[in-house]
């Protein structure tokens, strides 16, 4: 059980352009989705956390009108990196949060998506 | 603040314990987490500790959290080459949602 799925696993665009990565929880309704940005052999920087129905919560230094999240549903959440720069290259990690009774609130990671903008 | 270090790299030989050790400079921590990177995948979670714990053991694993010297650290008995990855700990702290902070990470390699 707590599968998460990302889609697509690897992208590449044009420079411009915008790109749609979707994050779904499989088998289980997520309170909670997060979205993280990870560049090579360094750690996971949060990006924003979306509740399903309400505006996504963005870390600072985070663009929100650059990366548009949508929390359309308690099993899929979306996000959109508007007119994508080479900067933008990276690898994008969702996960879902669910509280499972006793053991406090655990989250379940998407296998991530690799963004290449040329 | 929330700065989590982790050394960077860690070398054992196949059937020998490793020990990655984290370290964390905020006290409000409610859990703390070890996850697993394998190249070009997502996280998966290894094990976590509740704060108020010391040990926790889980098969080839175990976690000790020293609270006072906020010092947390991931044994794996009997190495194998499947174990290497990178290695993160994480820590949720009270009154933060359930907002993950997370380590430097540790790339841990296995030699035959």
């Known amino acids: 059980g707590a599968v998460v799925s990302q889609h697509p696993s690897r992208v590449i665009c044009k420079s411009g352009t915008s790109v749609k990565i979707e994050c779904r929880s499989l088998?289980?309704?997520?309170?909670?989705m997060f979205w993280y940005r990870q560049f090579p052999k360094k750690s996971l920087m949060l990006m924003a956390t979306?509740?399903?129905?309400?505006?996504?919560?963005?870390e600072q230094g985070v663009e929100k009108d650059k990366f548009l999240i949508n929390h359309a549903s308690l099993t899929l959440s979306t996000l959109t990196v508007t007119s994508a720069h080479p900067e933008d290259s990276s690898f994008y990690i969702c996960?879902?949060?669910?509280?499972?009774?006793?053991?406090?609130?655990?989250?379940?990671f998407g296998p991530g998506t690799r963004l290449l903008v040329l | 603040g929330e700065d989590v270090e982790q050394s960077l790299f860690l070398s054992v030989r196949e059937g020998d314990s490793s020990v990655i050790n984290c370290t964390y400079t905020?006290?409000?921590?409610?859990?703390l987490y070890w996850y697993k990177q394998e190249p070009g995948a997502g996280l998966q979670l290894l094990t976590y500790?509740?704060?108020?714990?010391d040990m926790k053991q889980d098969q080839r694993l175990t976690v000790l959290l020293n609270k006072k010297d906020k010092h947390l650290s991931l044994r794996i008995a009997d190495t194998q080459t499947g174990d290497s990855a990178i290695y993160f700990c994480?820590?949720?702290?009270?009154?933060?949602?359930?907002?993950?902070?997370f380590g430097t990470g540790t790339q841990l390699k296995v030699e035959l």
């Open positions: 994480a820590e949720v702290l009270t009154g933060g949602g359930n907002k993950l902070t």
């Open positions: 905020d006290s409000s921590s409610t859990y």
């Open positions: 088998d289980f309704q997520a309170t909670t």
């Open positions: 979306s509740n399903e129905g309400s505006k996504a919560t963005y």
């Open positions: 500790i509740f704060s108020n714990m």
């Open positions: 996960s879902a949060s669910t509280t499972i009774a006793g053991d406090g609130e655990t989250q379940y």
